[in-house]
Nanobody, 128 residues
Framework: EVRLVESGGGSVQPGGSLRLSCAAAGFTFDDYAIGWFRQAPGKEREGVSCTSSRDGNTFYADSVYGRFTISSDNAKNMVYLQMNNMKFEDTAVYYC?????????????????????WGQGTLVTVSS
């Protein structure tokens, strides 16, 4: 069964850090595309960070560049999003999404939402 399950959401103060995890069941990390997205209340979904096996680049949204880092543990089939120096505007439901096969697109293209498998989301709240 192909499934993505996010965890690690919660509340954090401004300037704090949080790490989200995504368990990628059914994925193999030899050929893949995967990323993190978020949707704040009343706003459209935003691609936060995406990476793929063929594209040597990793995409980060301008709003998180330098603060967030995507990483993976291939042996554990896990993908992470380390979020540092968090801001009020980072409050959102965060989703992990991926493709079983890298279709050869750029990481930025995938981060437009062009991924097939989606998790259920985890809520992140930044508040003082």
């Amino acid at each position: 069964e192909v499934r993505l399950v996010e965890s690690g959401g919660g509340s954090v103060q401004p300037g704090g850090s949080l790490r989200l995890s995504c368990a990628a069941a059914g994925f193999t990390f030899d050929d893949y595309a995967i990323g993190w997205f978020r949707q704040a209340p009343g706003k459209e979904r935003e691609g936060v960070s995406c990476t793929s096996s063929r594209d040597g680049n990793t995409f980060y949204a301008d709003s998180v560049y330098g603060r967030f880092t995507i990483s993976s543990d291939n042996a554990k089939n896990m993908v992470y999003l380390q979020m540092n120096n968090m801001k009020f505007e980072d409050t959102a439901v965060y989703y992990c999404a991926g493709d079983l096969i890298d279709r050869g697109y750029s990481a930025g293209y995938y981060c437009l939402g062009n991924l097939e498998v989606w998790g259920q989301g985890t809520l992140v709240t930044v508040s003082s």
